[in-house]
């Protein structure tokens, strides 16, 4: 497994080692031991999710004030442009955002801990995108950052506006938003 680390150091790009021939690829998609080695990092997994969305979707920037989950993304099928924003008051990155594409054809995976807000647009016909949590859902602690604020200044690459839930687009700037310390 290749990681990479992104200009806010605690995000880190995962390349796992795929092995393709004229029949497809085989890859593990998860291994603790590789995952701890690679990135020295002692996570417990503790919920898979999977959603599937079309075209020009933006979910997010969503995040739990209280169980924060610390995420590993990843694309099944089609490409997103996947965001982190640092949302700790503390951290010498707060504010900043790293985006970065995920697609079937990549592989990339991306991890992106607690006491950040994440978020992506859908760049394919349809994706299926997969990612485990360090912590439960609980909807009584998710909060959504806007999409577009103008503090952070995400670059998303699309001209459109893209298609969001209700619940994105009731979603808060930055400056209204609760926070980590």
Not at 114 to 136: I, N, P, R
């Amino acid at each position: 497994m290749n990681v990479t680390p992104t200009k806010i150091p605690d995000v880190l790009i995962l390349e796992p080692k795929v092995f393709g021939d004229e029949r497809g690829f085989f890859m593990e998609s998860f291994n603790a031991r590789k995952f701890f080695e690679a990135t020295g990092l002692d996570v417990q997994f503790v919920q898979d999710n999977h959603s599937r969305s079309s075209k020009g979707v933006l979910r997010g920037l969503h995040y739990q004030i209280q169980q924060p989950q610390g995420k590993l993304m990843q694309v099944v099928c089609g490409a997103v442009f996947d965001v982190a924003v640092d949302i700790r008051k503390s951290s010498p990155t707060f504010g900043q955002w790293v985006g970065v594409e995920l697609s079937e054809e990549n592989h990339r995976q991306l991890w992106v801990p607690a006491g950040f807000a994440h978020g992506f647009f859908v760049l394919s016909e349809v994706v299926y995108f997969t990612y485990k949590t360090t912590d439960y859902y609980a909807s009584e602690f998710e909060r959504s950052i806007v999409w577009d604020d103008a503090e952070i200044g995400i670059k998303w690459p699309s001209e459109r506006s893209p298609i969001l839930s209700t619940k994105d687009q009731e979603a808060v700037p930055l400056k209204n938003a609760d926070l980590f310390i």
